[in-house]
């Protein structure tokens, strides 16, 4: 019987600690440009903080480049080039080595794309807008794999209109 874990996830937990996907989406899955982000939604960030807040967040090097740091929360960056304190040269090595309750895989499209079978829950910003001019876009859900827990009602910010979707795992 399936426990909705996949055998990757189940081989390098070693824990019972949760590990999620955070991230906010255009209409066709944009996430973003070159130089970071599209948007600017006050309430989606407060969400992104109250969840993350006192976990640990794993980052591709690129979007630390564009980010950096977040304070309050344990950072670890995923590169193949740099070296370093809480530096992995691979994902699953950062996911293994967390010790806080829980932890976010928050971007960018490399590590969605690398950490969507480690996950057990998505928690999705959609945006109801396309963006011409992005560059990197979040991978496909499965929709064979997961299921809707959760969504908000519509909520309207700086001329946007965006709803909160939480997926988990069939
Ligand atoms: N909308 C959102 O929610 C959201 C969230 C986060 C980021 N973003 C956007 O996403 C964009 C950045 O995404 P991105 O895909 O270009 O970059 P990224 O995923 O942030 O970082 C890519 C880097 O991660 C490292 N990496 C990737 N795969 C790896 C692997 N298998 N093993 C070890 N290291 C690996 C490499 O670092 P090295 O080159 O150092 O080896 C690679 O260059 C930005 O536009 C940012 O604003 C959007």
């Not at 967390?98 to 079978?117: D, H, R, S, W």
Request: aromatic share 12%; glycine share 8%; charged share 25%.
């Amino acid at each position: 019987m399936s426990d909705g874990l996949t055998d990757a996830f189940r081989w390098i937990k070693p824990h019972n600690f949760k590990v999620s996907i955070i991230a906010a989406v255009g209409n066709n899955n944009e996430l973003g440009d070159d130089n970071g982000m599209l948007w600017y939604l006050p309430t989606d960030l407060k969400r992104f903080k109250d969840l993350t807040i006192g976990n640990t967040v794993i980052m591709g090097r690129k979007t630390h480049d564009i980010i950096g740091d977040l304070p309050g929360r344990t950072n670890y960056i995923v590169s193949k080039n740099i070296r370093g304190k809480n530096i992995f040269n691979r994902l699953d090595q950062s996911i293994s080595s967390v010790n806080t309750e829980q932890c976010f895989l928050i971007g960018g499209q490399k590590i969605y794309e690398i950490g969507m079978e480690y996950v057990d829950k998505i928690y999705l910003t959609k945006i109801d807008k396309t963006f011409e001019n992005a560059t990197v876009f979040f991978p496909n859900i499965n929709m064979d794999e997961w299921k809707i827990e959760w969504e908000s009602e519509k909520i309207e910010e700086n001329n946007l209109s965006f709803k909160f979707i939480n997926f988990i795992r069939k």
